[in-house]
């Protein structure tokens, strides 16, 4: 039985990686990074995403690819099922998707989704069940249904440290405006990799700002796009709008994954119409404004326009006092766990990455302790969270990054690299830096080409195979694409 689940996760792990490198990173972060393999029963693989609004994308756009991928890397499987694992799998197995259960007439009421873990979120502090935990995220909103809360993450839990002292700072005084006066930083757009407070932070300036009495919304991209297509739908697209911009504080998070022209366009005229009436617009993400592709640049410029600040990685200093306060609420109900500074100093210096795993390293010394009855020394903490310490990754290099750095390196601008300009000092800058891309992204020949001012993948090709031939050919031109590579991946 082991067996045959490590050789389903490596099948499904194939076809994640097929669909990364044929469809792109972006669109595979954006529609298929939450989509999970969770059984395969009698040839059928069960698929599940969080959101409904997921499940209606995958199957009006992806569905066919998606089906020929698992079928023919899951050994056994003609079929695949997918279902919105935040709802009630019914009891009687759901039949198979074909052609005619797609399309965006699937989409239907959505379940309310769960408030995600945040690394300064105090684990085991609360005995309260988790529907108790969360609560409407609206106040006063005619009836405009947001994503819920969770109580517990509010500023008085929220780790203050170098990394995000800054952020905390700025999203304290926009939840503390005084009544009647204008907002400062109007929007405020906070970013930073998964696992370092972004959703804490900007739940607990929508707790805030509700205890202040005001009208607030807090959204998910998801949820935000699934209100607009419904309100097509249902033919109250106006009134969607109305209640929408007459709050007093709107959030949205995860907007990396805005999808869909149409909605792009009602978003930026909602944060315009928020901004222009002088209401509040905080907004996170996982990359600055100029970074997100995927969305219009009329969005981008307008997000970009207000407080941009970057919630950095975890200092040392402040992942100590991450595993303290985990360890203080565990030992509320487990009064026994001790652990002592010098192990709690050496998971503080191994796990670098985010909170999520220092959650999981006191779960583990928390396991240890009360399997052996014996606190856990370095050697035991060592082992216990071996498969947390990850290995320094190698850094990922965006096409931007590479030809940014092209361009300086060459003395030209970005903008003449993806221009249509063809003298020869743009050209050969431009094709090194498809050249690059090629070898240091997965991203596909097509998309290189969309990002290269929308050229045609066989221009991309063409460049590749020229500087491939340049550089066995010339000394000079390897060792510049060389000192390239190394600047890029440091």
Same mark, same amino acid.
């Given at each position: 039985?082991?067996?045959?689940?490590?050789?389903?996760?490596?099948?499904?792990?194939?076809?994640?990686?097929?669909?990364? /490198?044929?469809?792109?990173?972006?669109?595979?972060? @954006?529609?298929?990074?939450?989509?999970?393999?969770?059984?395969?029963?009698?040839?059928?693989?069960?698929?599940?995403?969080?959101?409904?609004?997921?499940?209606?994308?995958?199957? /009006?756009?992806?569905?066919?690819?998606?089906?020929?991928?698992?079928?023919?890397?899951?050994?056994?499987?003609?079929?695949?099922?997918?279902?919105?694992?935040?709802?009630?799998? %019914?009891?009687?197995? %759901?039949?198979?998707?074909?052609?005619?259960?797609?399309?965006?007439?699937?989409?239907?009421?959505?379940?309310?989704?769960?408030?995600?873990?945040?690394?300064?979120?105090?684990?085991?502090?609360?005995?309260?069940? *988790?529907?108790?935990?969360?609560?409407?995220?609206?106040?006063?909103?005619?009836?405009?249904?947001?994503?819920?809360?969770?109580?517990?993450?509010?500023?008085?839990?929220?780790?203050?440290?170098?990394?995000?002292?800054? /952020?905390?700072?700025?999203?304290?005084?926009?939840?503390?405006?005084?009544?009647?006066?204008? *907002?400062?930083?109007? %929007?405020?757009?906070?970013?930073?990799?998964?696992?370092?407070?972004?959703?804490?932070?900007? !739940?607990?300036?929508?707790?805030?700002?509700? /205890?202040?009495?005001?009208?607030?919304?807090?959204?998910?991209?998801?949820?935000?796009?699934?209100?607009?297509?419904?309100? $097509?739908?249902? !033919?109250?697209?106006?009134?969607?709008?109305?209640?929408?911009?007459?709050?007093?504080?709107?959030?949205?998070?995860?907007?990396?994954?805005? !999808?869909?022209?149409?909605?792009?366009?009602?978003?930026?005229? +909602?944060?315009?119409?928020?901004?222009?009436?002088?209401?509040?617009? #905080?907004?996170?993400?996982?990359?600055? *404004?100029?970074?997100?592709?995927?969305?219009? =640049?009329?969005?981008? @410029?307008?997000?970009?326009?207000?407080?941009?600040?970057?919630?950095?990685?975890?200092?040392?200093?402040?992942?100590?006092?991450? $595993?303290?306060?985990?360890?203080?609420?565990?030992?509320?109900?487990?009064?026994?766990?001790?652990?002592?500074?010098?192990?709690?100093?050496?998971?503080?210096?191994?796990?670098?990455?985010?909170?999520?795993? $220092?959650?999981?390293?006191?779960?583990?010394?928390?396991?240890?302790?009360?399997?052996?009855?014996?606190? *856990?020394?370095?050697?035991?903490?060592?082992?216990?969270?071996?498969?947390?310490?990850?290995?320094?990754?190698?850094?990922?290099?965006?096409?931007?990054?590479?030809?940014?750095?092209?361009? +300086?390196?060459?003395?030209?601008?970005?903008?003449?690299?993806? @221009?249509?300009?063809?003298?020869?000092? #743009?050209?050969? %800058?431009?094709?090194?830096?498809?050249?690059?891309?090629?070898?240091?992204?997965?991203?596909?020949?097509?998309?290189?080409?969309?990002?290269?001012?929308?050229?045609?993948?066989?221009?991309?090709?063409?460049?590749?195979?020229?500087? =491939?031939?340049?550089?066995?050919?010339?000394?000079?031109?390897? =060792?510049?694409?060389?000192?390239?590579?190394?600047?890029?991946?440091?």
């Amino acid at each position: 039985m082991e067996t045959l689940k490590v050789d389903r996760e490596e099948a499904w792990d194939r076809v994640r990686r097929r669909l990364r /490198a044929e469809l792109g990173e972006d669109v595979f972060s @954006s529609w298929f990074g939450r989509l999970d393999l969770v059984e395969i029963v009698d040839g059928v693989a069960q698929l599940s995403v969080p959101t409904r609004f997921l499940k209606s994308w995958i199957q /009006a756009h992806y569905l066919d690819r998606v089906r020929t991928l698992v079928t023919t890397e899951c050994e056994g499987v003609a079929q695949i099922n997918l279902f919105v694992r935040s709802a009630q799998r %019914p009891a009687a197995r %759901p039949a198979p998707l074909n052609e005619n259960a797609a399309g965006v007439s699937a989409v239907k009421a959505q379940q309310p989704t769960t408030a995600r873990a945040s690394y300064d979120r105090p684990a085991g502090a609360s005995t309260q069940t *988790p529907a108790e935990r969360l609560q409407p995220a609206v106040a006063d909103a005619d009836g405009l249904q947001g994503s819920p809360l969770d109580r517990r993450l509010t500023f008085s839990s929220f780790l203050v440290g170098r990394s995000n002292a800054l /952020a905390h700072a700025a999203g304290e005084r926009v939840s503390r405006i005084e009544p009647g006066a204008a *907002p400062l930083y109007n %929007p405020l757009y906070v970013h930073s990799a998964v696992g370092l407070g972004k959703t804490h932070l900007l !739940q607990a300036i929508a707790h805030e700002v509700i /205890a202040a009495g005001k009208r607030v919304i807090y959204l998910t991209a998801d949820r935000f796009m699934y209100g607009f297509v419904a309100a $097509l739908k249902a !033919q109250t697209a106006i009134a969607f709008k109305e209640r929408l911009r007459g709050i007093d504080l709107l959030v949205i998070d995860d907007v990396q994954f805005l !999808q869909g022209k149409s909605i792009q366009q009602e978003f930026c005229h +909602t944060i315009n119409a928020l901004i222009d009436a002088g209401r509040q617009v #905080v907004i996170a993400a996982d990359r600055p *404004p100029a970074e997100l592709e995927s969305l219009d =640049e009329r969005v981008r @410029s307008r997000l970009a326009g207000g407080l941009v600040v970057e919630m950095g990685a975890l200092d040392e200093q402040l992942r100590v006092k991450i $595993l303290e306060t985990r360890i203080a609420a565990a030992k509320v109900h487990h009064p026994s766990f001790e652990v002592s500074p010098a192990v709690i100093g050496y998971v503080a210096r191994v796990i670098t990455t985010n909170g999520r795993d $220092l959650d999981g390293a006191v779960n583990r010394l928390l396991a240890h302790t009360t399997l052996s009855g014996s606190e *856990p020394t370095v050697e035991s903490a060592e082992a216990a969270i071996r498969d947390l310490v990850r290995s320094r990754e190698p850094k990922k290099v965006r096409i931007e990054d590479i030809q940014k750095l092209v361009a +300086t390196h060459y003395n030209v601008s970005r903008a003449d690299i993806l @221009s249509s300009r063809r003298s020869a000092g #743009v050209v050969k %800058p431009r094709q090194i830096a498809m050249y690059l891309s090629k070898q240091l992204t997965l991203r596909s020949l097509p998309e290189i080409g969309r990002r290269f001012g929308g050229r045609d993948h066989t221009t991309v090709l063409h460049a590749v195979r020229k500087i =491939e031939g340049c550089v066995q050919a010339d000394p000079g031109l390897r =060792e510049d694409v060389e000192l390239l590579k190394r600047m890029l991946q440091e």
